[in-house]
């Protein structure tokens, strides 16, 4: 498989058109994977320079903390703001969906379950050592790991939404639609958005389920989108590529490196 970084990207990119007051949708068939208003967000940021940081072998705290200095406009919280703009960034034990919307890195390069749960909780420790933060991204790589390994989704209900977010476990799509709302923390966004996974049927209508929530949405795609191509193994071409020609160059570099790391036979990776 290829483009893995951009299964994320694409969800962040197709969500942040419907992203903020009066431009939440709960209309599914008015859902475009890439209007006009369409770009990278913070989520994509982060994603990507959690997948340097481990290719590389560089910091991560430092990583995220230079990644997001060089993209101080893509939308960042007013608290990660203050994180990234201290000379000593600190973690602030934030439960927010962050955590789950930039560790799948974590869950495309694992080799063993321990490994990703370990590979998670270092993208999310910088700033989300709340456990629930901490959670929300063991969860997501966790989910994304399993799935390209073979699991099938009843494995991922019974054994990581159960387990991971019970609350939500036997509810599907219909039932959390019209009632869902936005929510910013890893509990309120990570299990909805392995429901869209759950409930969807290929990789565009998991992205535009989740968009179609009405919630958080270029986060709930930027989550969902990682499980959906870890399953289908497919995604369309003309989007990726409308994607990466809105990427910088760093970022086209590090998904083309990304992609030969996780393909490479296991004693040529250096993780």
């Not at 770009?39 to 997001?68: G, P, Q, R, S």
């Not at 789950?100 to 910088?126: N, Q, V």
Request: charged share 25%.
């Amino acid at each position: 498989m290829k483009n893995l970084l951009m299964s994320a990207a694409v969800g962040d990119i197709a969500g942040s058109a419907y992203e903020g007051k009066g431009k939440r949708i709960k209309d599914y068939d008015k859902v475009k994977m890439f209007s006009s208003r369409a770009h990278f967000t913070d989520d994509t940021v982060l994603t990507f320079a959690c997948a340097e940081a481990f290719i590389d072998h560089l910091d991560m705290t430092w990583n995220l903390w230079k990644c997001a200095n060089e993209h101080r406009h893509a939308g960042f919280s007013s608290t990660f703001k203050e994180w990234f703009g201290s000379h000593n960034p600190q973690p602030y034990r934030s439960l927010g969906n962050g955590s789950a919307m930039r560790c799948s890195s974590a869950g495309w390069l694992a080799k063993t379950e321990e490994e990703c749960i370990r590979m998670a909780t270092e993208t999310a420790s910088p700033t989300h050592n709340h456990p629930e933060g901490i959670k929300g991204a063991v969860a997501t790589a966790l989910t994304i790991f399993h799935l390209k390994n073979g699991k099938d989704k009843d494995f991922v209900r019974e054994h990581l939404l159960n387990e991971y977010y019970p609350d939500w476990a036997n509810k599907t799509y219909a039932d959390i639609h019209d009632d869902y709302t936005f929510y910013s923390t890893c509990p309120g966004t990570v299990g909805p958005a392995m429901i869209c996974f759950l409930d969807s049927k290929d990789y565009v209508n998991c992205i535009k389920l989740a968009i179609s929530l009405g919630g958080d949405a270029d986060t709930l795609a930027a989550i969902a989108g990682p499980m959906a191509y870890a399953f289908y193994k497919k995604m369309p071409d003309a989007l990726v590529y409308q994607a990466l020609k809105k990427l910088p160059d760093w970022m086209v570099d590090v998904s083309e490196r990304f992609d030969q790391v996780v393909n490479a036979p296991t004693s040529e990776m250096l993780i």
